[in-house]
């Protein structure tokens, strides 16, 4: 599956079905993270249960400490 | 009178009348470091009319690469950095009026150096003291922008009391750490970025252009080439204990502090975190691995990065060995562990 992911199209291996997975792929740690799925801000506690489809469009917004 | 903001009056939206704005307001400076200097040399050159920069730290030679008011003779010199900052932006712009203060900030103080700042600007390195920040922010009604690095990647986003959620509603959790620019690194050219929203933001809230503001939560990497930009305003929680209707301000609290207790003759610093929780310490002993000695037992994870030795358990505490200066060890806590 392909998605777009903050404008880049990146291919996610198939174990990859919720936004929780996409979360888990793309970070080793455990983030504190804003998503944004087809245009839809997510609740952290729906992240688990959105599932993504080939071509979906997410921005995923990190929040970071460094300065 | 010289024609020095000749170049910033001639840009329509701040003109004549911005000009003289900007030259009344007070900018309150969390943090010296890479943002903080960038920031700060920006608005200087501006033609702000106050800015108090706080930071407990000395320039060393590590901070060269990205920390832009510092030299090579400030880190031989072991500087504090606000006392080098402050001698670079006089060098700067004379007209403006610099305060330096070398502290580590806590709720107390931030009370006090709150006193007729028109805008706080975020250049820390620790959610605790970002929290204290957003706090504080809530209770006198005045706007920050918060501002982030680590590695090739940068956050930014402008908080405006009564208007945007906060960051407690965006967090929606008290971070327990994460990666720093000391385990991870960072590139001078994030915090140039990062730098440049802040500053744009800043200086349209102090010329009064906030019709102007970005209202978005951005991100970006520069080296993988991403970016992101979300409308967060949904986030905004009524009943957020710092911005909702019946706000008790808790990062303001004794109870949610950072605490600290020399232990006396170990040369030892103890630091007992506010996020309560489990700490995954084979996860922070592979972000530390390339910083320094990591030691690890089914109890407590040792971390030495000559002179020091850092001892965190399970329960976040951490034990800052070869120290009995709170600021120093609380120095060192945030640069290893987030
Ligand atoms: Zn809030």
């Known amino acids: ?58 921005e995923l917004v990190e929040f970071v400490g460094g300065g | 009178m010289n024609d020095r903001y000749s170049r910033q009056i001639l840009f329509s939206p701040i003109g004549q009348e911005g000009q003289e704005k900007l030259a009344e307001k007070h900018v309150l400076m969390i943090g010296a470091g890479a943002l903080g200097t960038g920031n700060a040399e920006i608005l200087v050159r501006s033609g702000v009319g106050k800015i108090t920069i706080v930071d407990r730290d000395y320039v060393e030679w590590s901070n060269l690469q990205r920390q832009q008011l510092y030299t090579e003779s400030d880190a031989n010199n072991r500087m504090p950095k606000v006392i080098a900052a402050k001698s670079r932006l006089e060098e700067i712009n004379q007209d403006v009026q610099i305060e330096a203060k070398i502290i580590d900030v806590t709720p107390l103080e931030m009370g006090q150096l709150i006193d007729g700042v028109d805008l706080i600007i975020d250049a820390t390195d620790n959610f605790d003291i970002r929290l204290i920040i957003n706090d504080i922010s809530q209770k006198y009604r005045i706007p920050w922008i918060y501002g982030a690095v680590v590695a090739s990647y940068g956050i930014s986003y402008t908080i405006l009391p009564n208007e945007t959620p906060c960051l407690h509603c965006l967090l929606q959790q008290v971070p327990m750490g994460g990666m720093t620019c000391d385990t991870a690194g960072v590139i001078s050219p994030v915090v140039q970025m990062v730098v440049a929203h802040q500053s744009a933001e800043a200086l349209k809230i102090l010329t009064d252009n906030q019709e102007a503001l970005r209202k978005r939560l951005i991100s970006f990497d520069l080296w993988t080439n991403q970016q992101a930009s979300i409308d967060v305003s949904t986030f905004k929680n009524t009943s957020c204990l710092s911005c909702g209707e019946a706000p008790t301000y808790p990062h303001l609290s004794y109870e949610s502090q950072t605490k600290t207790a020399v232990l006396c003759g170990r040369d030892t610093v103890q630091i007992r975190p506010t996020s309560a929780g489990k700490r995954d310490l084979q996860t922070i002993a592979a972000r530390l691995s390339n910083t320094g000695k990591v030691e690890q037992n089914s109890f407590l994870l040792s971390f030495t990065s000559e002179p020091h030795r850092l001892v965190m358990f399970h329960d976040g505490r951490v034990l800052v060995h070869g120290t009995s200066d709170v600021t120093e060890a609380k120095s060192l806590y945030y640069r290893y562990f987030g």
């Not at chain 1, 291996?13 to 936004?19: E, K, Q």
């Not at chain 1, 944004?36 to 997410?58: C, F, R």
């Open chain 1, 1 to 58: 599956m392909k998605l777009l992911v903050n404008g880049n199209h990146l291919q996610v291996p198939s174990n990859v079905f919720t936004i929780a997975d996409v979360i888990t792929h793309f970070f080793k740690h455990d983030p504190i993270v804003i998503v944004e799925h087809n245009g839809i801000i997510l609740e952290k506690n729906n992240h688990p249960k959105q599932i993504v489809a080939d071509g979906d469009k997410i």
